[in-house]
């Protein structure tokens, strides 16, 4: 069964600093990966999301991931922190043999703290 | 357009009481979900719709019982809550074609709590 781990529950950065965060999945089938971003007090929002066409995915905000099968891992980045990146990010996968509506599994989150 | 709508955006209720959350799409979406989410924990799944027939049922106590009475609008019915229900409601849509690169949209919540 499909599975994704969030090393971390906690991140802290300083604006300006790399943003990274992790992701590890288990998957016997290629896996479909996704970000997700939830803000205080709302929804969740996709950043953005792997479904085999290219390893280094773009996804909103400035963040991107990269899939290595190598390394089991799809690692979200960022170049430059921005105070309003602070968030919860879940990264989290679909598991195979689904078929009559999308499913998704998330991990455990992580939660991003930006220091001015 | 990609935004899904919830009412009430906070509800309190008492463990006798009998109340609907609601949610609405207009993005011609054929799939819609109901999520839990408790404080610091990702969503769970609770029930999927899918050409508004419940296709997914996560094993949920019947005290929430899901509605879908059009392709637009999903409800949860909630009786005889606990206090430890208390939680973000989260409703999401998607295309509903299939597959398993469907994404998701969610909408903004309901933070419920049950006394």
């Known amino acids: 069964a499909q599975s994704v781990t969030q090393l971390g529950s906690h991140v802290s950065v300083s604006e300006g600093a790399l943003v990274l965060l992790r992701c590890n999945y288990s998957s016997s089938v290629p896996p479909y990966l996704f970000w997700y971003v939830q803000y205080p007090n709302q929804g969740l929002q996709l950043l953005l999301k792997y479904t085999s066409a290219a390893t280094l995915v773009k996804g909103i905000n400035g963040f991107e991931a990269e899939f290595k099968k190598s390394e089991t891992s799809f690692h979200l980045t960022k170049p430059s922190a921005h105070m309003s990146d602070a968030a919860e990010y879940f990264c989290?996968?679909?598991?195979?043999?689904?078929?009559?509506?999308?499913?998704?599994?998330f991990g455990s989150g992580t939660r991003l703290s930006i220091r001015p | 357009d990609t935004e899904v709508t919830q009412t009430p955006k906070h509800l309190v209720m008492g463990m006798t009481n009998k109340k609907s959350l609601k949610c609405e799409q207009h993005?011609?979406?054929?799939?819609m979900y109901w999520y839990k989410q408790k404080a610091k924990k990702p969503p769970e799944l609770m029930f999927v719709y899918s050409y508004e027939k419940l296709s997914i049922n996560e094993s949920v106590p019947s005290r929430f019982s899901p509605e879908c009475p059009n392709s637009s609008l999903l409800n949860l019915h909630l009786h005889a809550l606990q206090p430890e229900d208390s939680a973000l409601y989260l409703c999401?849509?998607?295309?509903?074609?299939?597959?398993?690169?469907?994404?998701?949209?969610f909408g903004p919540g309901t933070r419920l709590t049950v006394l």
């Open positions: 989290a996968v679909s598991p195979e043999g689904y078929s009559s509506a999308s499913k998704i599994i």
């Open positions: 999401a849509s998607s295309q509903g074609t299939g597959g398993r690169v469907d994404t998701q949209y």
């Open positions: 993005m011609g979406h054929r799939a």
